[in-house]
C-alpha cells in the first residue's frame, strides 16, 4: 500500500484557510496554499511552514507557479463565486484535479456549480453554521466527495448542561450508524476528537449525518425533540 500522503491545494481563504490548514495538516494531507495577501501569505507560512504562493488563485500563471498540476484535491475559498468558478475550472480542466470543493455565496450558483463538474459545493445559507464551521469538515468528507449533498448534513450544536452527553467520552455517546462528530469548536479552539475525548460544557459539536438522521443526533444530543 502507497504511503503518498494525499495533497490538497487551497486556494484564496482568511479565516477559512487558517482554519482548514490547521485541521488538514493535523489529519496528515500534504498542503499547497495559495492567497493574494502579502501579510497573511507571510503569517501563514510562518505558522505553518508549508508552501505558500502569493497571487491570485484565479491567474493561471500562479496555478502554474504553484505547480498544482495532478493534486488530489483542491478547495476554493474565494470571495466572489465567479473567482470560484474560475478557480475549479481550471483545476478540472487544465490542472487534472478530479475532487474539488468550492465554497460559494449565493445559494442559487449550487447547481450551476454542480452541473459544471464542481465535486461539492457548500453555501452558507444551506446550513446554520458559518462556512468556517461547514469548511471545518472537509477532512472528514474528502475521501467521499462522491455523496449526494442532498442527503447528507452538517449539524452544529451547543452542548448545554441539560445535555445528556455532559461530561460523556465520545465512545459512550449512543449514536446511530453513519454518524460521525468531525470537530469539536471550544474556547482551547478546535479539537479533532477521538473516541476518549470528553464533551465540555459550551461545547460546540460540528456532527455530519445522514439527513434522515438529523432529528436523532440532535435529540441524543440536546435531550430534545426538533
Known sequence: MSN???RVVLAGGRQKADFLISLLLEKGFE???INEDKTYCEYLAEKYGIPIFRGKPERLFILNEA???GADILISLMNYDSDNF???QAARKLFNISRIVATVSS???VDVFKRLGINTVVSATYTVSTIIEQAS???????TL???DEKVVISRITVK???PVLGKQIMDITFPNNVIISCIIRDTGVTVPNGQTLINLGDKLMIISDKSLEKKVIETVTGKRK
Open 4 to 6: 503518498k500522503k494525499v
Open 31 to 33: 498542503l499547497t496554499v
Open 67 to 69: 505547480n498544482i498540476y
Open 86 to 88: 474560475a478557480v475549479c
Open 107 to 109: 445559494p442559487k450558483n
Open 137 to 143: 469538515v472537509v477532512g472528514d468528507i474528502v475521501n
Open 146 to 148: 462522491s455523496l449526494d
Open 161 to 163: 448542561e441539560d445535555s
